[in-house]
Each structure stands twice: as C-alpha cells, then as structure tokens.
C-alpha cells in the first residue's frame, strides 16, 4: 500500500482479509470493501473490531458472509457510480439468501441518508462516519426485517479508545488516525459534509497505538487527517497543548527503527515548527503531500482555499529550503467553474514550477450540497475537462519521470515491505520520499532496513541492489 498517499486509487475496492485478535471460532461472518481515503480504510479497521467484539469474523468471500458492507466514499460521482455498481453483485446475492444483510458506511451513507434505503431497495442498513458503535445494534435491527440507520454525526468522536484490527495487513506498515472531519470547508469539497467538524484525538492514545505497533514488529506508521497541520489537542490533565509538529516528535521518539509519515497538509496550516521537526528526526520522512488544487489565484479563491499562487510557492520554497531533499506530491483539480485557459496553463506553469514527485490529477466533480454546488455554475464542457486533465497528465508525466532518473546513482535506506509483485526473487520497499525501490531478495526480509543503490529506474519504481 502506499502509506504516504491518503487517498490512493490502487486499493479502492479492496476486501479485507480475516485477521482477528480472537482464537476462538466466530458465530458468523462479515465481509467489507472499501473505498476512497486512507481514514476510510482506517475506519474499516476500526469496524472490524468492533464487529469482532460482536462475535463477527472476517471472511475474504462475500458468498459466505452473513453481513456484507461496503466503507463508501462520496469525493466524486464517479467514486459513487462505481461503488452502486459493485453494490448490485451484493443485492444479487440476497435476492439469492434473504437473510443477508447489507450495510452502506462511510461517506456516501452520510451524505444520501436514508434516502439510500428508498434508492436501493435491498440495503439494509446505513452508516455514518462517527455511528459505527452503534453498528452491532443496527445489525440487531436488521436482523428483525426493519430497516437501521444512524448517520449522526458527532464533536467528539475519535474512536481513541478501539483498538484497530489491522486485516490485509504486511505488518511493517500501519495508518493512524489522529483527527476527523474537516473545518475547511473548501468549495468544491463534499467532506466537511459527510465527516462533520474537525476533532483531534487524545495524543496519548495515538502514541499508545503507535508504541503498541511498533512491539508487534510494525516499522512505520502514517498519520492521518485531512488537515493534519490543525492537529491540537488539549491535554487537561498536564494542563497543556499538543500540536502537530509536538505529536511528530512524540511519535518519532518512540523508536528511530519506527519511520513516520503524514497525510494531509494544508499549504494554509504547515508551519515552519512541523518542517523542522521533520529535518530535526532521521525518521520522520521528507515527504509532503501538499494539495495545491489550481495555480490560478482566482480560482483558489472561488474554492476558499484561503492561499494564492505566491504562498503555495513561497511554502514549497520554504519546505525546499529547510528540507532539501523532501519529496513533495500534490492533488489538482482542473475544470473548476468558470476556469479559463489562462487559469489553466497557470496551473501548468505551477506544475512546471514545482516538478511534483507525484500528483493526482482530476477533473471538477460538482458535488450536491458543497458551497460550490450551491454559489457556482459547473459551467465547464466535460470534453474541455477532460482534455485539460489530459494536458496535466501528460506534463506530470514528464516529472515524474525526470524525479526517478535524478536519483540513479544515488544510495538510499528503504524499509522493505514485502516480495515485490512481478518477481519472486526480487523484495519491494519504499525510501525515505515516498519512492518504491526493488532490488534482489538474497538474505534480506520485510521490516528491515537496507542501503539500496539505484542503477535504474521506470516512471514508476527505482532498481537497485543492496549494499551494505
Ligand atoms: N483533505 C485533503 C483532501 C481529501 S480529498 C486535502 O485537503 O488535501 C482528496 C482530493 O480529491 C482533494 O485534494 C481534491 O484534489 C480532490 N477533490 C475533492 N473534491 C473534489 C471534487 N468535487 N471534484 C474533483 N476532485 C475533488
Ligand atoms: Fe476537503 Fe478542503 Fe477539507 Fe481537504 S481541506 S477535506 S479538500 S474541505
Ligand atoms: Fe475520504 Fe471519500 Fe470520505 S476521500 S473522507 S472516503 S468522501
């Protein structure tokens, strides 16, 4: 998995495997799928352990699950599209065994609602992001033929005190929730919506949750929120605050062999505390994703992103300053209302400027709801957005190739991660910005660290062999 990326396009769909903390046999079984962000695959694993306090086991088959969900993502149309159609092998299967339950969580049961029960006649159930306590009762409801839904939203859930089963897991890497919702309210965003308001979780249970990985083998864990630079919470006990770049260094304190990562960063939000904290620890990683979202400042200000143009480059100057060699990726939207050609090939020439390591690129989705749904007209042809999206990709391409070619010759320490995919003889990991590296297995194994020179690469992957 790529841990630095909260939202990362190769796991959508993916089904959890059983891995449970029990011993004993379970009464019956779920199977979940899930899509969209990384505090959305953090919130399946946080499901799985409340369903395992309810006697429910995973199974990696949903033909042999007495309970079906699906962790639901709202970002874009075609997130929802997509996951209605897999959504219909699920209702086949009931019209099959009508004592299968159904159960729609996350993002998109927050935003529909019940409203999902009326659209899709066979779902069961309807979970929002801060109800999954109440999971195990609504399947009791369920279970009486009537239909459960709780989609409240909370100021203060944080889910500290549930330990996540960690399924599908290679057990070097591990996602960490630290906060929820978001504040932001940028224009074209659907989650402020369906996560509700911004909360931080006890430092303390993060920490516990960390160190506790760390002693079960685990070698890196990523922090996640959608703002993690607003991270604060108020530690009443001691009296005192802790802010983001005070939770990296605790975190980083635990072990040097634990690396930490981060996702996501405001540009508004990053301080130069947080950079220095991450020069200041060899294994907090120099990497930064930094969501830009358009290079126009006119258009930044229609999303309220609250930055221009200049501070977006002024911070990825700063960053490049105090951190030479941090990895920086970004998201950009293009076909934004009433975006121009000139706006466009701003946000070309940002991208030009800032030669990301990484970028995912998309075009505008008007989301029902968000604030530009309701002030702006989604006035930009499909078939302009699309080959605007084209113009990025295309440009990224070219990055992205040249940030691989530049490190040819160099030497880095990769944590590895697992066999890689293509070759049996060959282990993957990842180096300190974000780059997956492959190199010969020989006596080497997941969870170490090796010192990896790179003699070739692809757009995608560095190749090299172990030195020392
Ligand atoms: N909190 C994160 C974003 C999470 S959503 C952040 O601020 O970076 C991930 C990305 O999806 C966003 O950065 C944005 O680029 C994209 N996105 C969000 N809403 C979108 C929409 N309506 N249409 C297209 N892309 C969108
Ligand atoms: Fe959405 Fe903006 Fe919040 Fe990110 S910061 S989740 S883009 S509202
Ligand atoms: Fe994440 Fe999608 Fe919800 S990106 S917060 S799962 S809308």
Request: proline share 3%; with cysteine.
């Amino acid at each position: 998995m790529v841990a630095g990326k909260i939202h990362d396009e190769k796991r959508q769909g993916e089904a959890f495997l059983p891995g449970s903390k029990r011993s004993h046999s379970y009464d019956r079984h779920f199977y979940i799928e899930s899509y969209g962000c990384a505090m959305n695959f953090a919130d399946t694993e946080v499901i799985a352990s409340i369903l395992d306090q309810n006697n429910f086991g995973a199974t990696p088959d949903f033909q042999k699950a007495d309970l079906i969900l699906i962790n639901t993502c709202s970002i874009r149309e075609k997130a929802e599209e997509r996951i209605r159609k897999r959504l219909k092998d699920f209702t086949s299967a009931k019209k099959r065994n009508p004592s299968l339950i159904i159960g729609i969580l996350g993002c998109m049961a927050e935003r529909l609602k019940s409203n999902l029960l009326e659209e899709e006649k066979l779902v069961d159930i309807v979970v929002g992001p801060d109800a999954y306590r109440t999971l195990p009762q609504l399947i009791q409801e369920a279970e009486t033929g009537q239909k459960a839904v709780n989609v409240l939203l909370s100021r203060d859930e944080t889910y500290a005190d549930i330990s996540p089963i960690r399924l599908n897991s290679n057990g070097v890497n591990a996602f960490v929730s630290i906060m929820r919702g978001c504040n932001n309210m940028c224009s074209f965003c659907v989650v402020p919506f369906t996560r509700g308001r911004e909360r931080s979780r006890s430092a303390y249970s993060i920490f516990a949750e960390c160190e506790a990985l760390f002693n079960e083998g685990y070698r890196e864990v990523t922090l996640l929120g959608q703002n993690v630079d607003s991270y604060y919470w108020r530690d009443e006990e001691n009296n005192s605050n802790v802010n983001f770049a005070q939770l990296l260094e605790k975190v980083a304190l635990i072990s040097p062999l634990l690396r930490v990562r981060f996702s996501t960063s405001h540009p508004k939000d990053i301080t130069d505390e947080v950079l220095f904290t991450i020069k200041k620890y060899e294994n907090i990683c120099n990497y930064i994703h930094l969501p830009v979202q358009s290079g126009s400042t006119r258009l930044l200000q229609l999303m309220n992103r609250t930055y221009s143009r200049e501070w977006y480059l002024a911070k990825v100057g700063r960053i490049k300053e105090i951190i030479p060699d941090c990895g920086i990726s970004t998201d950009i939207i293009c076909g934004f209302c009433t975006e121009t050609e000139e706006d466009h090939k701003e946000s070309l020439s940002l991208m030009e400027y800032c030669q990301f390591d990484l970028a995912y690129m998309y075009f505008y989705s008007e989301r029902p709801g968000t604030l530009a749904a309701r002030r702006f007209e989604d006035d930009i042809p499909l078939e302009v957005k699309k080959r605007r999206l084209q113009e990025m990709v295309d440009l990224h391409r070219g990055h992205s190739l040249k940030s691989m070619q530049k490190d040819v010759g160099k030497t880095f320490k990769v944590l590895i991660e697992g066999t890689s995919k293509k070759n049996e003889d060959e282990l993957f990991g990842r180096n300190d910005q974000n780059k997956v590296i492959v190199f010969p297995k020989l006596n080497h194994k997941k969870g170490d660290y090796v010192m990896v020179k790179v003699h070739d690469c692809t757009a995608g992957t560095l190749i090299g062999n172990v030195i020392s």
